[in-house]
């Protein structure tokens, strides 16, 4: 059993954070990887990109939002209890390197991806320019974080009740046009990655997306995480999970991320009624 | 003696009861029901005890099989038992998914005029009375050596070395990537073709003889092979099996609906969607169902479709019935139960709807050509044939290849073209020093026996390296 050390709740219960003792993941994870949880005997195994690592005491956390019956699940995991299985860390590690400005754009919970990248990117020598946002202010997460590794710092949502009111592509419209940005690093919901890499296309500037299609083994043997990058079939969880934005056909990756969704409401809603019972 | 061979010439090879078709193509339970002791003993009967038995030469780890089969005929079933674990340490798995056709069973002398003895059969059934009724007696090991081995990889290849070094006195740490141990047998080979109890109770054996299992470990992630030297290992075998889907690359692959075999498989079996929603993972559900290939794991795959409630499931293969690479028991079962062959055909292209939902494939007629380089008549389209294919699950199961995890970051480990291990045949040595290779990531996917067969061979090496060095 993977143990939670500590347990948080975000964003008025809708985002949760967890503390799991991991000890050889931690030794070993960088940022932009991520992890595979397991609840229980007869859960799914749900991929979470690592929000932040403590190699020293051997833990790992990660952020998730509550979209479904295994979130549900796993949101039900109190302090002291554990998943039964944490797998990583997966996926390649994101490229930290010094090359002058770079924007790092979060959504959502895409927020807690973003975490340990950004102040990568920072700690390598980076002027680091942030831009977080959400739909409003009590969805919003890791702002103070954020803000400590940042050397310009943004928010908005969308309703305004938080920061400027608009989206994040605003703001990142209005830097490009006065700034020289060598990388923009975009994490978050999928049609947020889609027009924020549309932007940076314009003016020509690379952009790093994390992509979190649904997987299952997590070390390329199922081909389940296939997205299509520049034409061509790539396993996220192998190849990735950062690709080029401007190369990624995100409207597939959509398509793909709905699978299930039938079966994930119907899951959800079952859930919800026997837990709301007890 | 004389008088005892012409009453036994003519009992005729005892029928496996297997579930009728029009029941089992509904259900997960296994397809043959096993003999009972009695049919045992008159099958054992049948067997000639040959002096020079042909079967064994047929048997990759060369099991005494006239030797098991006497001890069935006498009812001693227990030294039966003892008797193939000198050879064979997963006896349950080999007595279902053996090829026996084309080893043991297809070199049997009786099999010239008559049908050969049932060795598959019989070596299921003594591992099963065993498990079910047994003593639970486990084997004698040798003395602790205090050497320790590392094993990555649980299929049949890993379980057999771990087995092998454990009753050589060796202390074995088994690394898994997956949350459950046994590869394909429990990934990949369906409930209804191999229990997975039967699995568990394999692994449960070596854990009791000190096996200690660590799922959850991505060697090659979690830790790296050269750690597992620091962390104090004197050596390593790598059983990792083939594990990279192949796919087709036609357009629309990526629609919804679309599965490689590993996933599907995967899904169903170590995952348990089949009981969905009793576990929590999903899986695709077609009324027409589409599995492109024609290998066992095809019809694993079409059977396991039909079992989830499809209308019609239809094997989908460019070239014609005698290439089929699958068992011929295996296709037999599938057209029992309902599968259709729609052979000499290939997709070009899957069709979506709005939802990204693959609706259908269109396919081309194709007939057979010039032999290719595998010497089999290479498949050519016919002009103007194509037609569409109605198909909600489409499930691709063209083979599969080496997966590069764990090789791309050792590049002492030398690869052939196709990015497999390259192996001494005899002893599974790897170019690396003190790292062994066998099964499917040096031989390309092959079978359970074979996997068994290079994990025994690798233990003695091991074994060797351990006392006298590389
Ligand atoms: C659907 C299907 C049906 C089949 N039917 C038959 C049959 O009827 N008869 C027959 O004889 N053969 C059959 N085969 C083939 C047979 O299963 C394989 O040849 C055999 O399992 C190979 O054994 P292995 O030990 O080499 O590898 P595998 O069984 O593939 O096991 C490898 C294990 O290593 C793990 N692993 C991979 N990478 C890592 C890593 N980096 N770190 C840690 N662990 C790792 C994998 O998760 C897996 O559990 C079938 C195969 C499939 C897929
Ligand atoms: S070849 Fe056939 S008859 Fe002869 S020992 Fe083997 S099983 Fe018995
Ligand atoms: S999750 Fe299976 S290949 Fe990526």
């Known amino acids: 059993m993977f143990k939670i050390v500590k347990r948080a709740e975000m964003a008025g219960g809708t985002v949760i954070e967890n503390k799991i003792e991991a000890p050889r993941i931690a030794a070993k994870a960088k940022p932009g990887q991520f992890v595979i949880l397991k609840a229980d005997e007869t859960g799914e195994r749900i991929p979470l990109t690592i929000s932040d690592i403590d190699p020293e005491k051997g833990t790992i956390t990660v952020i998730y939002m509550v979209v479904g019956k295994s979130t549900e699940l796993f949101k039900t995991l109190k302090e002291g209890d554990g998943y039964q299985d944490v797998i990583g860390p997966l996926g390649k590690p994101t490229h930290v390197e010094k090359l002058g400005t770079v924007v790092c754009v979060g959504g959502g919970t895409g927020v807690a991806v973003l975490y340990p990248i950004t102040r990568a990117f920072k700690e390598a020598g980076n002027k680091v320019v942030s831009i977080i946002g959400a739909r409003n202010k009590d969805l919003l997460i890791l702002e103070d974080k954020m803000k400590a590794v940042s050397d310009e710092f943004h928010v908005c949502t969308d309703d305004g009740s938080y920061g400027r009111k608009g989206f994040v592509t605003e703001v990142l419209k209005e830097i490009l046009q006065k700034d020289t940005v060598d990388l923009a690093v975009a994490i978050g919901p999928v049609p947020m990655m889609k027009f924020v890499s549309a932007i940076t296309k314009d003016f020509n500037v690379k952009t790093l997306v994390s992509l979190n299609p649904i997987m299952i083994d997590g070390t390329g043997m199922c081909g389940g995480c296939r997205v299509s990058v520049g034409g061509k079939t790539q396993f996220a969880c192998v190849d990735g999970p950062e690709f080029d934005g401007h190369q990624v056909d995100f409207d597939n990756l959509s398509s793909r991320l709905r699978a299930y969704a039938e079966d994930e409401r119907k899951a959800h809603e079952a859930f919800c009624r026997v837990h709301d019972a007890k | 003696m004389t008088q005892e061979k012409t009453k036994t010439e003519k009992i005729p090879r005892q029928p496996m009861p297997e579930q009728p078709p029009e029941v089992r193509r509904r259900n997960f339970d296994e397809v043959p029901l096993g003999y009972d002791a009695e049919t045992a003993a008159k099958e054992a009967q049948r067997c000639l005890q040959c002096k020079k038995p042909a079967c064994v030469t047929g048997c990759p780890v060369e099991v005494d099989i006239p030797g098991f089969i006497k001890h069935v005929a ?397």
């Open chain 2, 74 to 470: 006498d009812g001693d079933f227990k030294t039966a038992i003892r008797l193939i674990w000198e050879k064979n340490a997963l006896p349950a798995v080999c007595g279902r998914v053996c090829p026996q056709e084309i080893q043991c069973e297809g070199l049997c002398i009786v099999g010239k005029k008559d049908s050969p003895i049932a060795i598959g059969n019989l070596e299921r059934f003594v591992a099963d009375t065993e498990r079910l009724q047994g003593t639970g007696d486990l084997p004698a090991k040798a003395p602790a050596t205090g050497k320790r081995v590392a094993v990555v990889g649980s299929g049949p290849s890993g379980l057999t070395v771990a087995g092998d070094l454990l009753l050589k006195g060796h202390s074995v740490t088994l690394m898994e990537a997956f949350h459950k141990p046994g590869g394909v047998l429990i990934y990949g080979i369906p409930e209804f073709r191999l229990p997975k109890d039967i699995v568990a109770s394999e692994v449960a054996t070596l854990e009791k003889l000190g096996l200690e299992i660590k799922c959850n470990t991505v060697v090659g992630r979690t830790v790296s092979l050269d750690e597992l030297f620091e962390e104090g290992f004197d050596a390593v075998y790598i059983g990792v099996g083939a594990g990279l889907p192949v796919f087709l690359n036609i357009p629309g692959e990526n629609l919804n609906g679309i599965y490689s075999a590993n996933e599907y498989l995967t899904r169903a079996n170590l995952m348990k969607g089949y009981l969905y929603p009793k576990y929590d993972t999903p899986l695709v559900r077609g009324k027409n169902v589409a599995v492109i290939g024609a290998g066992n794991v095809a019809m694993d795959s079409a059977r396991t479709a039909m079992r989830l409630g499809a209308e019609n499931v239809r094997i989908v293969y460019r070239r014609s019935r005698t290439e089929m690479p699958a068992r011929a028991a295996e296709i037999h079962h599938a057209e029992e139960e309902g599968i259709e062959m729609y052979l000499l055909t290939a997709p070009i292209e899957f069709i979506g709807d709005d939802s990204g939902h693959v609706t259908a494939m269109k396919c081309l007629k194709m007939e057979l050509g010039e032999p290719d380089a595998s010497g089999r008549r290479r498949p050519v389209p016919i002009e103007g044939s194509e037609f569409t294919l109605d198909c909600d699950l489409a499930v691709i199961a063209v083979g599969a290849g080496a997966n590069p995890l764990l090789t791309q970051s050792n590049p002492e480990i030398s690869l052939n073209k196709w990015g497999y291990i390259t192996a001494d045949p005899e002893t599974g040595k790897t170019t690396k020093k003190g790292v062994w290779a066998g099964g499917d990531i040096v031989t390309g996917s092959a079978t359970v026996i074979l996997a068994m067969g290079a994990g025994r061979k690798a233990a003695d090496s091991i074994h060797d390296y351990l006392k006298l060095g590389w």
